[in-house]
């Protein structure tokens, strides 16, 4: 009997259908996921800032009242009812008070203030390249670096510029509270007081998803900006209409899972670490497969295995700039300064600004896996075959470099 291949989720089959930028199957998805669950605010977001993205404000705007209705300190929902009410003629203040009447005296204020400073969006020619993969994939180091070639810029991983720290944990900001008091996720480079990822930029961006990327380059001052949002999730949230090239960043099944291994807590039983080397094992192939079948950005894709990079960087270098039509210099494998970028792996940068960005590229050591998590990577079908055409693509670039 013929195996019957398991079911999609619906909500994937509506990722997927963003990833390859069909739209029209996507509105279709949509609608068939509210019709089962009216209140499924993360795929009615998502849909929200595609019609924007589309510039079709007024349908957005169905999905913008439905966030607002469902939690009144929604503020990036509040701010398109807001300016969906001025648009029809009314004054910013009656707007404001339309658009959230359960609203204290802050958030109003905070609403009044992003609508009247909208961050600009860099206009004319520009150009976005994405790292993308999983996490502990080496993509702190790449967007440092490609951010330091001529005329590029890097931001990290953009997606924590309206992150602050709350509660002891890392949320969407709070504009019930004043904005002075905001602790925000800080830049890399210059610390809090950071004057690029200034507050009032960073509530701007909270209101208004649209022009993500752009808006970040002109704060910039740059037409090459480079990101390391790495996943597929976090580049169809900052930008639906996909306006990017990408280099999807990948380890070898037996480097990415010690990666992860060095972050779990230490001292836990072997069956602890046997069950996570099992889940991370499914986790890794499945992001990795949605940029080999679904990823389809108006740019263009590049893939690289970074441990064929720490081997040989200028060469693969040079390959990523030539594909990704970026300017090369050499000098950025020894010495770079990013730009204003965020978030990223912690140790990585501590190590780049102790070294005043000196560039330290080092082979990997052998992963040294015990050899029941050596047994489970071999025998995972789904994760060897995602390698095996992930290093099928790897290929190509090397091929593009030595053409």
């Not at 998805?29 to 089962?36: E, G, L, S, V």
């Not at 993205?53 to 300190?73: G, K, M, T, Y």
């Not at 970028?341 to 000196?358: F, P």
Request: proline residues 5%; charged residues 25%; contains cysteine.
């Amino acid at each position: 009997m013929a195996e019957i291949a398991p079911r999609v989720p619906i909500r994937t089959l509506w990722s997927n259908a963003r990833s390859e930028r069909n739209y029209d199957q996507a509105a279709v998805i949509a609608d068939q996921i509210f019709a089962r669950n009216p209140q499924d605010d993360f795929v009615r977001r998502g849909t929200a800032r595609l019609l924007e993205a589309l510039a079709r404000p007024e349908e957005a705007a169905v999905h913008w009242r439905a966030l607002r209705d469902a939690n009144s300190s929604d503020f990036e929902a509040a701010f398109h009812c807001a300016r969906a009410e001025m648009a029809r003629g009314m004054k910013i203040a009656d707007a404001v008070v339309r658009a959230a009447p359960d609203a204290g005296a802050v958030f109003q204020g905070a609403l009044v203030d992003a609508l009247l400073h909208p961050a600009p969006a860099l206009e004319g020619e520009f150009k976005h390249v994405a790292i993308a993969g999983v996490s502990f994939c080496g993509s702190t180091l790449l967007d440092r670096v490609l951010g330091g070639l001529p005329g590029v810029k890097s931001t990290g991983e953009s997606h924590w510029i309206t992150k602050v720290h709350a509660d002891n944990r890392y949320c969407e900001i709070d504009m019930s509270v004043p904005l002075a008091d905001a602790k925000f996720v800080p830049c890399t480079v210059c610390g809090a007081g950071c004057e690029v990822l200034s507050r009032s930029f960073r509530r701007s961006l909270a209101a208004d998803n649209t022009n993500w990327y752009r808006k970040i380059a002109q704060r910039h001052s740059t037409q090459v900006l480079v990101s390391a949002d790495k996943g597929l999730r976090n580049l169809l949230d900052k930008d639906p209409l996909l306006d990017l090239s990408a280099l999807v960043v990948f380890k070898s099944p037996e480097q990415a899972w010690r990666s992860q291994l060095n972050k779990l807590p230490v001292g836990k039983d072997r069956d602890y670490y046997d069950a996570e080397c099992a889940k991370y094992v499914s986790v890794w192939a499945k992001n990795y497969r949605t940029f080999l079948d679904h990823f389809k950005p108006q740019g263009t894709v590049a893939f690289l295995n970074f441990d064929a990079f720490t081997k040989s960087p200028e060469t693969l270098l040079r390959a990523v700039c030539a594909r990704l039509e970026l300017a090369f210099d050499p000098g950025v494998l020894h010495r770079t300064v990013p730009g204003h970028a965020i978030g990223g792996n912690g140790g990585s940068m501590k190590r780049l600004r102790a070294n005043d960005y000196g560039v330290v590229i080092e082979q990997l050591p052998d992963p040294a896996l015990e050899p029941a998590h050596q047994a489970i990577i071999a025998d995972s079908t789904a994760m060897q075959q995602t390698w095996c055409e992930l290093m099928s693509r790897h290929r190509m670039l090397e091929n593009h470099a030595n053409a």
